[in-house]
Protein backbone atom coordinates (compact mmCIF):
# COMPACT_ATOMS: atom_id res chain seq x y z
CA UNK A 1 0.00 0.00 0.00
CA UNK A 2 2.71 2.30 0.46
CA UNK A 3 5.97 2.19 -0.57
CA UNK A 4 9.81 4.46 1.22
CA UNK A 5 10.70 7.51 -0.94
CA UNK A 6 13.82 9.49 0.26
CA UNK A 7 12.56 12.65 1.58
CA UNK A 8 13.87 14.77 -1.63
CA UNK A 9 11.55 12.49 -3.86
CA UNK A 10 8.92 14.00 -2.40
CA UNK A 11 7.35 15.47 -5.50
CA UNK A 12 4.08 17.76 -4.11
CA UNK A 13 5.27 21.89 -3.08
CA UNK A 14 5.39 22.04 0.99
CA UNK A 15 3.33 25.41 1.16
CA UNK A 16 0.27 23.57 0.04
CA UNK A 17 1.22 19.87 1.95
CA UNK A 18 1.14 22.08 5.21
CA UNK A 19 -0.88 25.05 4.64
CA UNK A 20 -3.33 24.14 2.00
CA UNK A 21 -3.57 20.28 2.71
CA UNK A 22 -3.12 20.46 6.27
CA UNK A 23 -1.33 17.16 8.28
CA UNK A 24 -2.04 15.27 11.47
CA UNK A 25 0.87 15.00 14.29
CA UNK A 26 0.16 12.03 15.71
CA UNK A 27 2.11 10.46 18.40
CA UNK A 28 2.01 6.94 21.07
CA UNK A 29 2.29 7.78 25.17
CA UNK A 30 1.80 4.61 27.28
CA UNK A 31 -0.07 2.40 24.05
CA UNK A 32 -2.32 5.10 22.84
CA UNK A 33 -2.47 7.12 20.16
CA UNK A 34 -3.78 11.08 19.52
CA UNK A 35 -3.75 12.87 16.75
CA UNK A 36 -4.27 16.92 15.98
CA UNK A 37 -4.54 18.75 12.82
CA UNK A 38 -1.96 21.26 11.93
CA UNK A 39 -1.47 23.94 9.18
CA UNK A 40 1.58 25.45 10.83
CA UNK A 41 5.34 24.02 10.49
CA UNK A 42 7.79 23.67 7.61
CA UNK A 43 10.02 21.31 6.02
CA UNK A 44 14.10 21.82 5.16
CA UNK A 45 17.74 20.86 6.13
CA UNK A 46 19.05 21.67 9.34
CA UNK A 47 22.44 20.15 11.04
CA UNK A 48 23.34 17.87 7.87
CA UNK A 49 19.67 16.30 7.98
CA UNK A 50 16.48 16.72 6.35
CA UNK A 51 13.65 18.02 9.06
CA UNK A 52 10.29 18.78 9.28
CA UNK A 53 9.38 21.56 12.24
CA UNK A 54 5.98 21.76 14.52
CA UNK A 55 4.67 24.14 16.25
CA UNK A 56 2.07 22.99 19.35
CA UNK A 57 0.72 25.06 21.66
CA UNK A 58 0.61 24.19 25.43
CA UNK A 59 -3.23 22.89 25.81
CA UNK A 60 -3.42 20.66 23.13
CA UNK A 61 -4.07 17.24 24.23
CA UNK A 62 -1.22 15.73 21.43
CA UNK A 63 1.32 17.60 23.03
CA UNK A 64 1.60 15.16 26.07
CA UNK A 65 2.06 12.52 23.74
CA UNK A 66 4.91 14.43 21.41
CA UNK A 67 6.45 14.45 25.19
CA UNK A 68 6.07 11.17 26.27
CA UNK A 69 7.62 9.61 22.65
CA UNK A 70 10.96 10.49 20.39
CA UNK A 71 8.92 9.69 17.41
CA UNK A 72 5.70 11.10 15.79
CA UNK A 73 4.37 11.14 12.26
CA UNK A 74 3.05 13.87 9.79
CA UNK A 75 0.17 11.86 7.87
CA UNK A 76 -1.61 14.51 5.00
CA UNK A 77 -4.57 13.34 3.63
CA UNK A 78 -6.44 13.98 0.08
CA UNK A 79 -8.60 16.21 -0.08
CA UNK A 80 -11.60 14.03 0.68
CA UNK A 81 -10.48 14.03 3.82
CA UNK A 82 -10.79 17.82 4.52
CA UNK A 83 -13.76 17.60 6.88
CA UNK A 84 -11.75 14.66 8.78
CA UNK A 85 -8.96 16.99 9.20
CA UNK A 86 -11.55 19.91 10.95
CA UNK A 87 -13.02 17.30 13.19
CA UNK A 88 -9.73 16.03 14.20
CA UNK A 89 -8.49 19.86 14.55
CA UNK A 90 -11.49 20.92 16.54
CA UNK A 91 -11.82 17.95 19.38
CA UNK A 92 -9.58 16.95 21.99
CA UNK A 93 -8.97 13.42 22.43
CA UNK A 94 -9.33 14.15 26.22
CA UNK A 95 -12.91 13.92 25.65
CA UNK A 96 -13.98 11.36 22.90
CA UNK A 97 -12.25 8.61 21.28
CA UNK A 98 -11.72 11.03 18.27
CA UNK A 99 -9.78 9.06 16.24
CA UNK A 100 -11.88 5.93 16.72
CA UNK A 101 -14.73 8.57 15.67
CA UNK A 102 -13.13 9.82 12.66
CA UNK A 103 -12.99 6.27 10.43
CA UNK A 104 -9.53 6.57 10.03
CA UNK A 105 -7.34 3.39 10.30
CA UNK A 106 -4.22 4.02 12.63
CA UNK A 107 -1.39 1.74 11.81
CA UNK A 108 2.06 1.86 12.59
CA UNK A 109 5.51 2.03 11.16
CA UNK A 110 8.68 1.37 13.34
CA UNK A 111 6.38 1.76 16.07
CA UNK A 112 5.23 5.07 15.64
CA UNK A 113 1.23 5.03 14.65
CA UNK A 114 0.09 7.04 11.46
CA UNK A 115 -3.17 6.30 9.43
CA UNK A 116 -3.48 4.33 6.46
CA UNK A 117 -5.76 6.64 4.41
CA UNK A 118 -2.98 8.97 4.07
CA UNK A 119 -0.92 9.88 0.66
CA UNK A 120 2.15 10.83 2.28
CA UNK A 121 3.25 9.83 5.78
CA UNK A 122 6.80 11.71 7.47
CA UNK A 123 7.99 9.23 9.99
CA UNK A 124 9.93 11.81 12.14
CA UNK A 125 12.42 11.77 15.21
CA UNK A 126 12.54 14.48 17.71
CA UNK A 127 15.80 16.17 18.02
CA UNK A 128 15.26 19.45 19.55
CA UNK A 129 12.16 21.83 21.10
CA UNK A 130 11.91 25.13 22.39
CA UNK A 131 9.21 26.79 23.80
CA UNK A 132 8.12 30.25 21.92
CA UNK A 133 8.38 33.80 24.45
CA UNK A 134 7.44 37.15 23.92
CA UNK A 135 10.51 38.00 23.77
CA UNK A 136 11.55 36.53 21.05
CA UNK A 137 9.28 38.03 18.76
CA UNK A 138 11.24 40.71 16.31
CA UNK A 139 7.37 41.58 14.81
CA UNK A 140 5.32 42.45 17.89
CA UNK A 141 2.37 42.15 15.43
CA UNK A 142 2.40 38.40 14.97
CA UNK A 143 2.41 37.87 18.69
CA UNK A 144 -0.21 40.31 19.28
CA UNK A 145 -2.50 38.20 16.44
CA UNK A 146 -1.39 34.92 17.06
CA UNK A 147 -1.10 35.07 20.93
CA UNK A 148 -3.78 37.27 22.85
CA UNK A 149 -4.05 34.40 25.07
CA UNK A 150 -0.58 34.01 25.41
CA UNK A 151 -0.18 29.75 24.75
CA UNK A 152 2.90 30.63 22.89
CA UNK A 153 3.58 27.43 21.04
CA UNK A 154 6.56 24.99 21.50
CA UNK A 155 8.64 24.45 18.39
CA UNK A 156 8.99 20.61 17.87
CA UNK A 157 12.49 20.26 15.39
CA UNK A 158 12.76 16.11 13.76
CA UNK A 159 14.50 14.12 11.39
CA UNK A 160 12.69 12.85 9.01
CA UNK A 161 14.02 9.32 8.93
CA UNK A 162 11.41 7.86 6.59
CA UNK A 163 8.77 8.85 4.15
CA UNK A 164 5.88 6.68 2.93
CA UNK A 165 4.14 7.50 0.03
CA UNK A 166 0.75 5.48 -1.04
CA UNK A 167 1.98 3.27 -3.71
Known amino acids: MFKTIEPKEITKNPFTLIGDDWMLVTAEKDGKA ?10 GILWGKTVATIYIRPQRYTKEF ?18 TLGYLGSVSGRDE ?31 YKQEQTPESFLDKECLEKWYAAKDYHTMYIAEIEKVLKKA
Not at 34 to 43: C, R
Not at 66 to 83: N, Q, W
Open 34 to 43: NTMTASWGGV
Open 66 to 83: LEASDHFTLSVLGAEHKK
Open 97 to 127: DKIAKSGLTLAHEDGSPYFEEAELVLVCRKL
